[in-house]
């Protein structure tokens, strides 16, 4: 049974600035399995756009290469410098996990042939039915740098204090004993003085705050500026760094992570294979319950008539018309669990194949069918519209002997709603499947375009 995966898609994140938006750009990236694949951002590209590269993604088993698709996502503008506002952080580039492992998609649309009708029994008519980033949250910002005042004081204005008075001489008339000098007086200050003090301490202070505000206060912000743009492109450079490092070892962490699921899947489908087959073989090397060659009428009561027929000691299932599907039973059978094997030869037509757990009186049956070229499907019919069987499952069988006039031995395995599909004796396929739980076996002929003609000899059944 194929099985495998329908997405082997890589998916990443790719931060850009919005230059580089407006302006487009191209990026080169390293992928996991070693190879560098350039991407082309065009000019004008939006936030969530995505770029996909074709045949750049993982690769499945058969060959298959996936995609390599890239979610833009674009960075915040950066501030002026000098500015009080913070620059974002830049955005983690990231992979999502891959994805689940589901059935390989059946090809449509498909042919379903249609049951008989029950004007014209075994004989209808085919039909066709086509079935139905995250971004980080910013630092804290930068202190806010303000402008640090200084206080400047002026001296107290200086005292000046001139000689005051002069000696008193008493008349000369009398004699009198010599006057002793007296302490000088302090002179009062002007008034024109004090106001040339006031003025020059106001130059003093003007000139101090001029020289803070025109030479120092500039000379810090330069300063700080500088340091803070830096400090800017020193984290984009570790921050683009970082991302790269982190997408890669993401991307080369998810294709390990696949190789092994990929390796264990592999493993567990191997080994189911080998215990189906295991199985089917053993079961065979035991007498089985039913075993007919096919070549006379007997006890199990296959349909006999112009088109279900005996001849030259095999069972044939033949008509002259075309685009139909013939089917023939063998009316006192009734099995569950069990394995079905017969001989056919396909002389005419395009198909050939058998017909199990089938209730004939209402179309109801799994067909199971194979060309000449080896392809195959298994339907299951629910009633007489050939529209509503179901395709189950189909492929092409490796061990089949292609051509008309070629011997091959088709069987099916049947356990509750497993259905193994061998081709001479070798396992090809499997289905899960309830529509049907016991019934009858039979043989088809569909001609297709031409009318068929299929041989069959040797019918076995092992009960399970």
Not at 48 to 76: F, H, K, N, S, V
Request: glycine share 6%; proline share 9%.
């Amino acid at each position: 049974m194929a099985a495998g995966q329908d997405n082997y898609n890589l998916r990443a994140t790719l931060a850009i600035s919005q230059e580089e938006a407006w302006n487009g750009t191209s990026r080169v990236l390293s992928l996991p399995n070693g190879r560098a694949v350039t991407v082309v951002v065009p000019a004008g590209t939006r936030a969530g756009q995505e770029i996909r590269l074709d045949g750049q993604g993982l690769t499945r088993p058969d060959g298959y290469t996936g995609a390599l698709i890239l979610t833009i996502t674009i960075l915040a503008a950066k501030p002026p410098i000098g500015t009080s506002q913070v620059e974002d952080a830049m955005p983690t580039l990231s992979t999502p996990p891959p994805n689940a492992l589901p059935r390989t998609e059946r090809a449509a649309p498909y042919t379903y042939p249609t049951p008989p009708s029950a004007s014209q029994p075994g004989i209808a008519h085919n039909e066709t039915y086509t079935p139905s980033s995250p971004i980080t949250p910013p630092p804290p910002p930068p202190p806010l740098y303000s402008d640090q005042g200084v206080t400047l004081q002026a001296t107290s204005p200086y005292a000046q204090t001139p000689p005051y008075g002069q000696p008193y001489s008493p008349p000369p008339s009398a004699p009198a004993p010599a006057p002793q000098p007296k302490a000088p007086r302090p002179q009062p200050r002007s008034r024109l003085a004090t106001i040339i003090i006031a003025v020059i301490a106001l130059l003093v202070i003007i000139g101090g705050i001029g020289l803070y505000s025109g030479v120092y206060l500039p000379a810090q912000r330069q300063a700080q500026a500088t340091a803070t743009a830096v400090a800017q492109v020193t984290g984009t450079a570790n921050t683009q760094a970082t991302a790269t490092g982190q997408v890669v070892a993401t991307q080369q962490a998810f294709i390990n992570a696949t190789a092994t699921t990929q390796a264990q899947l592999n493993q567990q489908a191997t080994a189911t294979v080998t215990a189906r087959q295991t199985l089917y073989t053993q079961t065979i090397s035991a007498t089985p319950t039913l075993n007919d060659s096919l070549s006379t009428p007997d006890t199990y009561n296959w349909d006999t008539g112009s088109n279900c027929f005996y001849n030259s000691g095999a069972y044939h299932v033949k008509t002259s018309q075309t685009q139909i599907v013939l089917y023939c039973v063998a009316n006192n059978t009734n099995y569950s669990n069990f394995i079905y094997r017969v001989q056919m030869t396909i002389v005419s037509g395009t198909y050939g194949g058998i017909i199990f757990r089938a209730d004939s009186q209402n179309s109801r049956f799994y067909l199971f069918r194979i060309a000449q070229d080896g392809s195959y499907t298994l339907y299951a019919y629910v009633d007489s519209t050939g529209s509503h069987a179901k395709n189950l499952t189909s492929g092409t069988a490796s061990s089949f002997h292609n051509g008309f006039n070629q011997s091959n031995q088709i069987a099916v395995l049947v356990r509750n709603k497993e259905i193994d599909l061998y081709v001479n004796d070798t396992y090809i396929d499997s289905i899960s499947d309830a529509t049907l739980q016991s019934g009858q076996i039979g043989v088809v002929a569909d001609g297709n375009a031409t009318a068929p003609e299929v041989v069959y000899s040797n019918a076995q059944v092992w009960k399970i």
